[in-house]
């Protein structure tokens, strides 16, 4: 009886052993169960994580070039002068000189001439007044000083009507229409010019134009076809040719307008002031007679 219950007591405590054991080693397998899930999340995420770095550095390394070709392709701004510049080149240098001096003679005319009207025009009413006042108070070599010391053609045919006073007013009338002529002639000087500037820019244009269409065809007679390519150059400049020299003759047509008008209005106060001059010497030899 005390063998079985020792038997008893020995099988209960190795199940109870067994049991323990197997709970330990259960809760053992669920740790490193635990870890191992633990760990493979973990290096998910970081494959997921370096990834994502991977694909955003190599868009960042994408798109760096691409602002870097975006900024090299980029065109800078020319400015007006710069493409001037550039078209007058690739117009070509010889009729493009030829252009180029009627330019800048036909202007160098045009200040001329501004600055010597400019300087020509008088106050003609002022200076009647001052003639009057001189030649009634001081006689005709007063008047005559008067004139001396006023610049411009006006002032010059006073001076000649003055000098032939003493001859009789038909002598006056004739010196005056005299001077008259040869001054309305100092401003015309070189206005021929400009006008010559103003045929010429536009016809050496155009033959820039048919040696640059000459030059295109024997390009397509060498080829032995037509290619854009080849036709382009010599179009190209006759095209520039023709455009520089249309642009110079209407720069210097504006001018030799201006200039046509200023000389208009200078000669029309000649006129009137020689038909109020030629008055008061009426009246100047009335008064002494």
């Known amino acids: 009886m005390k063998k079985a219950l020792s038997l008893l007591a020995i099988v209960a405590f190795s199940l109870g052993t067994v049991n323990a054991y197997a709970q330990e080693d259960m809760a ?25 770095a991977s694909a955003d550095s190599a868009a960042t390394e994408q798109e760096a070039p691409a602002e870097e070709a975006a900024v090299e392709e980029a065109p800078a701004e020319k400015g007006f002068t710069q493409i001037l510049k550039e078209k007058f080149i690739e117009g070509g ?38 003639v009057e006042g001189a030649l009634n108070n001081g006689g005709v070599e007063a008047a005559k000083e008067v004139c001396r010391n006023t ?18 007013l038909d002598m006056v009338d004739k010196s005056i229409m005299s001077v008259g002529s040869v001054e309305n002639g100092k401003l015309e000087k070189g206005v021929s010019w400009i006008s010559l500037f ?5 016809m050496l244009g155009f033959m820039g134009t048919v040696i640059g269409m000459i030059g295109a ?17 010599g179009i190209k400049v006759a ?42 010497l009426v009246e100047h030899n009335k008064k002494n007679a």
């Not at 330019?103 to 200040?111: F, N, T």
């Not at 610049?151 to 009789?168: C, K, N, Q, S, W």
């Not at 024997?218 to 032995?224: H, L, R, S, V």
């Open 93 to 130: 240098a010889f009729f493009m000189s030829f252009v180029l001096l009627a330019l800048v003679l036909g202007l160098a005319l045009v200040i001329e001439r501004i600055i010597y009207l400019t300087f020509a025009q008088t106050n003609t009413e002022k200076l009647l007044e001052e």
């Open 198 to 202: 103003i045929a010429l820019a536009p």
């Open 151 to 168: 610049r411009g053609p006006v002032a010059t045919i006073f001076f000649e009507g003055l000098d032939h006073y003493d001859e009789g």
């Open 239 to 280: 095209l520039l040719t023709t455009v520089f020299g249309l642009i110079t003759a209407i720069i210097l047509q504006i001018f030799y307008n201006l200039i046509v008008a200023m000389i208009d209005g200078i000669v029309i106060k000649m006129e009137d002031a020689s038909i109020s001059f030629m008055d008061i």
């Open 28 to 52: 053992a397998s669920e740790e490193v169960v635990e870890a191992l899930a633990t760990e493979t999340m973990d290096s998910a995420d970081a494959a997921v994580d370096s990834a994502a």
């Open 217 to 233: 065809f024997d390009a397509i007679e060498a080829a032995g076809d037509i290619n854009p390519s080849l036709v382009a150059g």
